[in-house]
């Protein structure tokens, strides 16, 4: 998945998810 597309589903979700250095916060 896209960190972004992750992101616009569910932020802290994708912000775990992506948490090897590209973090995702709107």
Not at 2 to 26: H, L, Q, S, T
Request: glycine share 4%; with cysteine; aromatic share 8%.
């Amino acid at each position: 998945l896209d960190a972004k597309f992750a992101a616009r589903a569910c932020p802290v979700d994708a912000i775990a998810v992506y948490d090897d250095g590209e973090r995702v916060i709107p």
